[in-house]
């Protein structure tokens, strides 16, 4: 199946500095997802990204397709943001399922 | 709150004990999916509901594990004969087409 690896899998920042979270997969995709995983379990839905870019207050999301990465950038960012970052992805070859990279544990200090 | 949800949020039980967890998707989405993650892991994919059809199932799944979606609607896991390796949490996710959303989750303790 599709294999997706995620980078860095450990990030510590202090309360106000930038980040990337990079994600390499190994096929096309027609699907892919950016979550963020609360310190209850909860997978919180960030991006649906498969190409492209978009924007969501201080997240942002890039997806080059062709170059099989996506890219989620958190600015300013604060203390709530901490968390694991996972990276999904499907495509047509790989099934239904939605395949998942291990991960980026984030820890934003004050 | 219109989410998927899960039930029970939490289960200990003691091993050989069978267990059910129900998941009752977002209701307009005919697409649900079972997962299975471990401490330090990404979601493992269990299996997959379109409508009523289980139309496909990880090798994870082993012949302790059923899973079912009567009608179309909410969605049961049964794991028979528990093992101390299945203490996980249970997730399920609900999706339309693209885009799917995940419930909060069963943490399953086996002792």
């Known amino acids: 199946g599709i294999q997706v690896e995620q980078s860095p899998p450990d990030l510590i920042l202090q309360e106000g500095a930038n980040s990337t979270l990079r994600c390499n997969f190994s096929d096309s995709v027609n699907n892919l997802q950016w979550f963020h995983q609360n310190p209850w379990g909860q997978l919180i839905n960030l991006f649906y990204?498969?190409?492209g870019t978009k924007q969501n207050g201080r997240l942002s999301a890039t997806t080059v397709a062709t170059e099989r990465y996506s890219l989620l950038y958190i600015s300013s960012s604060q203390t709530t943001d901490s968390g694991v970052y996972f990276c999904?992805?499907?495509?047509?070859?790989?099934?239904?399922?939605?395949?998942f990279g291990k991960g980026t544990s984030l820890l934003v200090t004050p | 709150d219109t989410g998927v949800s899960q039930d029970p949020r939490h289960k200990i039980t003691k091993r050989g004990q069978n267990v059910t967890f129900r998941c009752d998707p977002i209701s307009e989405h005919n697409r649900l999916y079972w997962y299975r993650q471990t401490l330090g892991q990404g979601p493992e994919f269990l299996t997959y509901?379109?409508?009523?059809?289980?139309?496909?199932k990880s090798r994870l799944l082993s012949d302790r594990f059923s899973a079912e979606r009567p009608k179309g609607s909410f969605s049961t896991l049964e794991i028979q004969r528990t093992e101390q390796g299945d203490s996980a949490m249970y997730l399920c996710a609900s999706r339309p087409v693209t885009e799917a959303f995940f419930g909060q989750g069963t943490r399953l303790t086996v002792v």
């Open positions: 509901f379109q409508n009523e059809a289980q139309l496909e």
């Open positions: 990204i498969p190409s």
């Open positions: 999904a992805v499907r495509n047509s070859n790989s099934g239904y399922a939605l395949n």
